[in-house]
């Protein structure tokens, strides 16, 4: 099924209550929601109690994406605010394989993302553990980024890699996704699709346009 997970990185934060409301009533199922620990990213977001406070505005999947080092520290303590999904960086974690254990061991959905230089081919030894494969199409840090180039071709690899497994993975991407190019992304074999400032401008109007290029391409 296509999904879309708007970023609320994006969002008006002092009224991101209503907006979640909006982008729900308008067909979006996720809340993508970006956590940065100014260390594995430049920047610093938000943490617990801001999703803990968001919890009560919405009954979407929270899909949590943690751009942190060494995330195993906090799952529980994302699990308690309101986390259903959670996914972590290949390249932040000294022990991969334990990470998404410790997700599925919460009765949580694990993600396991690859920054953009990140060889796509490291996925192949946790789809055994991972729910969701997240491709980075932008460097992790900021909104409002340029699509990478070859990110698509990136995304038709990580599709194929999870078909030939055998497994029902999700394929979710992230960064620099918009309007003009979510169709090409659609048919890479991308099924999640984050996209923070290309709905935030004006979060209805565009989640029922992104919504209408996704269900005209949901597979039957
Ligand atoms: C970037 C974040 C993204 C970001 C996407 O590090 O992980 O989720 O909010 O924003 P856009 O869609 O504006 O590129
Ligand atoms: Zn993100």
Redesign the pocket.
Known sequence: MNILAP?I??ADFKRTGEQLREIAEAGAEYV?V?VMDGMF?PSISFGMPVIKSLRSATDKVFDV?L?IEEPIRYLKEFKDVGADIITIHYEACEDVRATLEGIRELGLKSGLSVKPKTDVNVVREFLDVCDMILLMS?E??????KFIDGSLERAAALRQIIEESGRDIDLEI????NLDNVSDILDAGVNVI?????VFKDPAENTRKFMEILNSKQEV
Do not use: R, T
């Not at 992790?140 to 980024?145: A, L, T, V």
């Open positions: 970023s990185l994006s993508h970006d990213v994406h751009m932008v992790p840090g900021f909104g409002g980024q992230d960064g620099g996704v984050v996209a923070g400032s290309a």
